[in-house]
């Protein structure tokens, strides 16, 4: 098994100091502390319900626009959000994860939330404050994730 010197690419300190990881598992700890401390604030400013706000504008005008061709109108791929299929000629919009919806039944839920309707996935919103909330979380996630692996590396 390789030590955990090798994998982080460093060398062992000399007798008497400090191990360098346990200041950097306790430095993770403080920040992963800090992050789910900044989620409870979150919590008692906005009242407990994180409201999804809705896509940025600028996003949504960029979306790529598609017009359904009659190879696909052949396929009879449904759009999630009304169930009905596509048809040649209609007017689509599809999101970074792919989902395809027609523009009349996406454009309007984009107005209300940054999610895609199918998988969930986050879209850039206009909101500042929500914005620093899902860098954040994304922080957070990050720690918990670094903190396990270390974990592993000096226990395991
Ligand atoms: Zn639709
Ligand atoms: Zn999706």
């Known amino acids: 098994m390789a030590s955990y010197y090798d994998e982080h690419d460093c060398e062992p300190l000399a007798n008497g100091e400090t191990p360098n990881h346990l200041l950097h598992l306790a430095r993770l700890l403080l920040d992963t502390g800090a992050a789910m401390e900044w989620n409870v604030e979150y919590d008692r400013i906005f009242g407990g319900t994180r409201k999804v ?7 949504v005008d960029e979306l790529p626009t598609k017009l359904i061709s009659p190879t696909i109108a052949a396929q009879g791929i449904q759009c999630s959000v009304c169930l009905g299929e596509f048809d040649e000629e209609d007017e689509t919009k599809t999101l970074p994860c792919d989902h395809q919806f027609h523009s009349k039944c996406i454009l ?3 107005q209300k939330v940054s999610t895609c309707p199918v998988c969930r996935c986050e879209l850039p919103t206009d909101d500042p404050d929500y914005e620093m909330y899902k860098q954040h979380k994304a ?3 990050q ?4 903190l396990e692996t270390l974990h592993c590396s000096m226990f395991g």
């Open 53 to 59: 706000p809705p896509a940025s504008k600028k996003f």
């Open 108 to 110: 309007p839920w984009l």
């Open 139 to 141: 922080r957070a996630k």
């Open 143 to 146: 720690r918990e994730y670094e």
